[in-house]
C-alpha cells in the first residue's frame, strides 16, 4: 500500500477495500450496495479497490479509481485537491470537484467513528453496520402492535432521547461546530446507558444528524463552526433497554436566523405540518393520509415536501413499517391501530422538493440550494388517538418564532 513513483511524477494508487455505496428506499433507510463511479479525468467506469495513497494520508474520502492507467491519466488534475487540507485551522473539502448546490460544503476532518464503552446495550448493527434484523423484515408490510411492556419501553426511550435533544439544542450558539454537538449528543447518551441508534448505521460516522441550512437530512457533523443566521436540524435516536426512540427539531442560531423572513417561514410551515399531521392520528387513520394535510399547508405557504424520505415504524427496530409520506397521493399501506408506534417527519423546503446527495452517500441536499426545515415526534397510537412520545417539555429550547410580515 506505500506509494510507488512512475515516471509520471504520480505516485501507484493504493489497494484497499473501497468504500460501500448504498440506495435508499422510500423509508430513507438503506438497502442495497451499488458501485462507486471511478474519480478518474472523464471515466463513467465503476470504481475498483485502488484509492489514492496521498488522499489517504490527508483523510479525503472516495478518491477510487478502476484502474492504475486511469490514475496515472487523471494524476496531473486529481492533485490539486491535496492542497486542500491547507485552510484554516486545517480543515478541507474532501469533495472539491462536487458541485454543491448551495453555500454549505463539507468541512474536515470529521475525526474517528465515536467509541461506545462495553456494558452499554447495542443495536446488532453497532459493530457491523448492517442491521440483519431490519432486513429480515424489510419488505414486510406487516405492522407490529406493541404490549404494555413494550409500550413503557418506548415511552423510556422516547423519554431520554427528549433530555439528549434538549441538551444538545441548549448548546447552540454562532461559532459552535457540528462535531462540537455530536461530542454533547454523545455524551448524553452514554450518560444515560444508552447507545446513539445513527452511529454506525449503514456505516454512518457519528452519533447524531446535523443538517444546516439547505441539508434536508442526514447531515454528517463537521468541523464547520455555524454562524449566526443558520439554522439547523438536530436528529437524534437513542437505543435503550432495546428500544429505539427518535425525534428531531429545526432550530435557529442566532439572532439574524429569527430575522430573516425566508427562514422562518420554512421552519415555523415545517413545524406546523408536524402539528397539523399529529392531530389527524387515531385509530382507522390510512397512512397514506397525513401527506394531504402536510402538503396542503406547505403549499399556502409557498414551500414544497420532500418526496424521497418517509416516516417509519419504530420499536425494537430502527426502521420498519409502516411507511409514513408527507406528500399527498402516495400509496401508502395500512391505517393506524392502538398499540402501533411510528415517527411522522416532515421535511419542508423553501424551493424545490427535489433533493442531491453529497459523495459522503448520506448528506441530503435541496436540488436548488433553498434552505429546508424538518420536525420529527414518535408517537404511539391509542385507543383515541394518540400520545406523542417525544413531546417537548416545558422549558425545551426553541419553539415556535412569530411569521415575519
Known amino acids: 500500500m506505500c506509494p510507488v513513483a512512475l515516471t509520471s511524477g504520480a505516485p501507484r494508487a493504493a489497494e484497499i477495500y473501497g468504500e460501500p455505496r448504498w440506495t435508499e428506499d422510500a423509508e430513507g433507510y438503506r438497502q442495497t450496495m451499488t458501485a462507486i463511479p471511478c474519480k478518474g479525468l472523464d471515466c463513467e467506469k465503476p470504481a475498483g479497490t485502488l484509492q489514492c495513497p496521498s488522499c489517504l494520508k490527508l483523510g479525503i474520502a472516495g478518491s477510487f479509481f478502476c484502474s492504475q492507467d486511469c490514475f496515472k491519466k487523471s494524476w496531473g488534475t486529481h492533485k490539486i485537491i491535496h492542497n486542500v487540507g491547507n485552510g484554516p485551522a486545517g480543515t478541507y473539502d474532501p469533495f472539491p470537484n462536487f458541485q454543491y448546490k448551495g453555500d454549505l460544503k463539507a468541512c474536515y476532518p470529521i475525526g474517528k467513528m465515536d467509541k461506545v464503552p462495553e456494558g452499554i446495550q447495542k443495536p446488532d448493527y453497532a459493530d457491523t453496520s448492517i442491521p440483519r434484523s431490519e432486513q429480515l423484515v424489510a419488505r414486510s408490510t406487516k405492522m407490529k402492535t406493541l404490549d404494555e411492556k413494550e409500550i413503557e419501553g418506548m415511552r423510556t426511550v422516547c423519554r431520554l432521547g427528549r433530555e439528549v435533544l434538549d441538551i444538545a439544542a441548549a448548546a447552540l450558539r454562532p461559532g459552535i461546530t457540528t462535531d462540537e454537538i455530536n461530542t454533547v449528543v454523545h455524551n448524553a447518551c452514554l450518560e444515560r446507558n444508552s447507545y446513539p441508534s445513527p452511529l454506525n448505521y449503514y456505516e454512518f460516522p457519528k452519533s447524531v444528524c446535523t443538517s444546516v441550512n439547505e441539508i434536508i437530512c442526514h447531515g454528517i457533523p463537521d468541523k464547520r463552526p455555524l454562524k449566526d ?115 411522522i417527519e416532515p421535511m419542508i423546503s423553501g424551493g424545490d422538493w427535489r433533493d442531491v446527495t453529497w459523495p459522503d452517500n448520506w448528506t441530503s441536499s435541496t436540488i436548488d440550494g433553498k434552505r429546508s426545515a424538518q420536525f420529527e415526534h414518535t408517537i404511539l397510537v391509542t385507543e383515541t388517538g394518540c400520545e406523542i412520545l417525544t413531546a417537548r417539555k416545558a422549558d425545551s429550547p426553541g419553539g415556535p418564532v412569530k411569521r415575519i410580515d
Request: aromatic share 8%.
Open 229 to 343: 443566521g443558520d439554522i439547523v436540524n438536530l436528529d437524534v435516536t437513542l437505543y435503550h433497554n432495546g428500544f429505539h426512540g427518535d425525534l428531531n427539531e429545526t432550530y435557529y442560531v442566532g439572532d439574524k436566523a429569527k430575522a430573516d423572513k425566508e427562514s422562518v417561514n420554512i421552519v415555523e410551515t415545517a413545524r406546523e405540518c408536524l402539528e397539523k399531521a399529529l392531530a389527524l392520528v387515531k385509530p382507522g387513520m390510512p397512512f397514506r393520509d397525513y401527506g394531504i394535510t402536510i402538503e396542503a399547508h406547505a403549499k399556502a405557504n409557498n414551500c414544497s415536501v420532500v418526496r424521497t424520505y418517509c416516516g417509519h415504524g419504530i420499536n425494537q427496530l430502527f426502521h420498519c413499517a409502516p411507511n409514513i409520506p408527507h406528500y399527498a397521493k402516495n400509496k401508502a399501506i395500512g391505517v393506524a391501530k392502538p398499540g402501533m408506534c411510528f415517527t
